[in-house]
Each structure stands twice: as C-alpha cells, then as structure tokens.
C-alpha cells in the first residue's frame, strides 16, 4: 500500500539497455518457455538463435521448460534441430516428463499402470521411466458411449495422467473418472493447470491448452489433480536439484503471466515477459491483472538488442 492508504502501483518496468546488462550480470540461468517465446507454432521467432549463442557465450546456462505435454524431450530436441537450434534432451523440461518424473520420485509401483489422456510425448516419456500405460492419443478414439453397457476400469491403473489430447471424447473421460474415482488411491495428475485457456490459437498453433480436459475431469471426479507444469514448483524443485543453481540467480522468460511469470515469482526467480505469444501489453496493464514480471519486452531478441545501445 501507499503511504495515502492507496493501492501501490504495479512493479514492473520495460526492458532497457540498463536494465538488460543488471539482468543478465546477475543470473547464472535462463529458463525459457518454449511456444511463444522460442517458436510460434512452427516458426522460429526472429532472433532467437543470436539470443542463445550471446547468452552461451556469457557462460549463461539455458534451459527449456513448457507446459505442452504433447512432445517427449526426444521429439522436443528434434524440432529444435529442425529449426536449427543446438539444444540436448538434458536442458528440455517439459511437462510430459515432469508428470513422469513425479511418478518415479514418489515410488509409484512398478506393477501399476498409467491411463494417459494425452498425446504421444506422455507416453514416450511414462515409457521411458519404466511405467505401463493404457489410453494416449488412439486409446477409445473410435469407441462411442453405450449407456446399456456397464463400464469398468482395469484395476492395476494407479494414476491417470492428463494433458493436451486433440481426439478427446467421452469415453476417454468416463474411463479416466471411473479410474480415480473406484481405484483406491489413483493418482491424479494434470501437466497444466485447469482454465490456463489458450488466448491466440493462431500464434501458438501446436500448443491448444489442457485447462478444458483437466476442468472436466475435476467436475466429474470432484477432486483436484496434482499438476506437475507451470505454475507448479515441482519442475524447480528438480532443477535446483539437478544443477546446484540458486533460484535468485535464475530469470524466467515466459509470455504467459499465470504459468510463466507466476511459475518464476513463486521460486524466487527474477522474470521477464515476453510479447509475442499470448500475453499482450494491455493484458499486463489491465487492472484486474496481478502477476507482474520485473520486466517485460517485446521479444526475447530485444535481450542482445539492448545490450549493444
């Protein structure tokens, strides 16, 4: 609050050449969101190739953390080889391994099994980690409802996991309320958060958010998941553990305020949003907004930019 009992102004500031060489000094790491920062849909954003050799060549580490579960990191370091960018499986989180990680940190058994409502990158990666799984992207994509059959789910499934899945329907949905709802302590996991609805479909084209999947699923089952992705801490608990780096010294650079921006706030990290994905300025500006990133900018390109004026 103000001295006068009034409401503080909002703490953010552009980007400026002052201000882009205070951040850069003092983080060791970037985190970046991946769909409307690195690339929109299938198109690099201009720029980002000189952003992450200046920044490597700083000895800054870079790492990549989205909350689209649609890609194992495998099919994540192919599109970034495709769009000609040098990044390793090691620095790639996304949420897709974060929903398998989780299972393995918390000794989810070996003879369980997973019912995944979502695509290919969260099978890959249950797989990957040991785990069986029933359902993904053609699990039930043919079957229709039949309300003169009785429906039950196997009862070896432990955990559904849910994310992005493009050829939803209502059988994936029952199977998937039957499961948490009649297996004693099924997990439910989510790689976002339910209502992180998508604003620009056509900037983000491969990335359609799970919040309406998710919201669904909690109004069936009456529980809330456990999500792994953005704004959750469980991808910065792994990656303070991984890499021995301070949150303090590190900087989310995200275009969503209430994954990204948030996802660096509740860390300690320093944050800069980015407009060329979904967040506009006038979205930050909005009065009913309350997440503010220390800085914000119009691309990430604007980083090395600032940096020669």
């Not at 608990?237 to 890499?243: A, C, N």
């Amino acid at each position: 609050m103000a001295a006068n009992g009034a409401p503080s102004s909002p703490s953010f500031e552009a980007l400026s050449s002052r201000t882009a060489r205070s951040l850069i000094d003092s983080v060791d790491a970037f985190l970046f969101d991946c769909d409307g920062v690195i690339w929109t849909g299938h198109k690099l954003i201009d720029g980002v190739p000189e952003v992450l050799q200046t920044l490597r060549s700083l000895g800054k580490k870079l790492l990549f953390v989205t909350n689209n579960a649609s890609k194992s990191r495998n099919q994540y370091v192919k599109k970034f080889h495709t769009l000609g960018l040098d990044v390793c499986k090691d620095d790639i989180f996304s949420s897709s391994f974060a929903a398998a990680m989780f299972l393995k940190l918390n000794n989810f058994p070996q003879n369980k099994k997973a019912y995944v409502v979502g695509a290919e990158g969260i099978l890959e990666e249950m797989n990957l980690a040991g785990y069986a799984c029933l359902g993904g992207p053609e699990g039930g994509k043919n079957m229709e409802l039949d309300l003169s059959l009785l429906t039950e789910c196997d009862k070896s499934i432990g955990a559904v996991v849910v994310g992005l899945d493009k050829h939803i329907n209502h059988h994936k949905l029952q199977y998937a309320t039957l499961c948490i709802r009649e297996n004693p302590d099924c997990l439910f996991i989510a790689t976002d958060a339910a209502g992180h609805l998508l604003a620009n479909l056509e900037q983000c084209s491969d990335y359609q958010c799970a919040g309406c999947t998710i919201s669904s699923l909690c109004a069936s089952t009456e529980k809330e998941p456990i999500v792994v992705g953005k704004p959750s801490s469980f991808i910065m608990d792994i990656l303070v553990e991984r890499f021995q780096i301070n949150p303090a010294k590190m900087c989310m650079v995200g275009d969503r305020l209430n994954t990204d921006i948030l996802f660096g706030q509740n860390a300690g990290c320093k944050t800069l949003l980015v407009l060329s994905g979904v967040t506009t300025l006038s979205a930050l500006q909005d009065p009913s907004n309350d997440i503010y990133p220390n800085y914000y900018t119009s691309n990430v390109f604007n980083i090395v930019e600032l940096l020669r004026t």
